[in-house]
């Protein structure tokens, strides 16, 4: 995955909204009005994104005839198995697990969501479901820590929110009171820096975020250092 870089200068333009940003506003009458502004006129009992759901795998296929699979590999990437996996069933995976590492897999004749899971048990994976989505992670490293909080998860939709709060991050690790600091222990202080940038408000008024057409960057970088390993 390529590095994401921000020049420094964009970071001087005020971000109300972003292109392609779709936003729901619920009026005291129960009237439902969509617009591309993050802030309503009314207070909003929405007070955080689509909550993070558990999932049982094989309710998220949409290709309901899937249903057993053979699969013989040795020394194939992790990723290569699953995006098969999700291919065949029809299943809208989001993978973000920080691994090279190679996998053998020899599975005869087995329904694709018992072959799903048990690669996930076996390699210390897990996955929720959130914005429609299937997320898959690694237990204890960053992807673990943005699919469980909800403002990092609601950045990670767009690509242009994504890369603020990764440059706000990189500012925040330059700073001599969070050296050697982790990501979680950064995390009280860059949310509202972020929410800063992006002109944000910090009220209950934020509108609800629905969707953004911006194109998918699917991580923080290269590497999982880049918002360093919890």
Known sequence: MRLITLAASLFIIALTVHAGSVFKCVGQDGSVRYTDKNVCDEP??????????????????????????????DGVEIESVFNL????????????VQSDATISVHYNNLHWSQVFDDIVAKHNLAYRKAYQQVYLYEKGAVGELIVNTPDLLRWYQSDKAWRVAVEQDNVMKQD?????ASLADRLPALIPKVKEA??????????????ITDSYKPYFGETASELAPL
């Open 198 to 211: 992006l002109g944000e408000p910090l009220n209950n008024n934020q509108a609800e975020y629905t969707g």
């Open 176 to 180: 001599p009171r969070y050296k050697g």
């Open 85 to 96: 996996l999700a291919e065949f069933a029809g299943l809208p995976l989001i993978n973000i």
């Open 44 to 73: 909003q009992q929405y007070s955080a994104p689509e909550p993070v759901l558990k999932t049982r795998i094989q309710d998220e296929a949409t290709e309901k005839d899937a249903g057993l699979i053979s699969l013989n590999f």
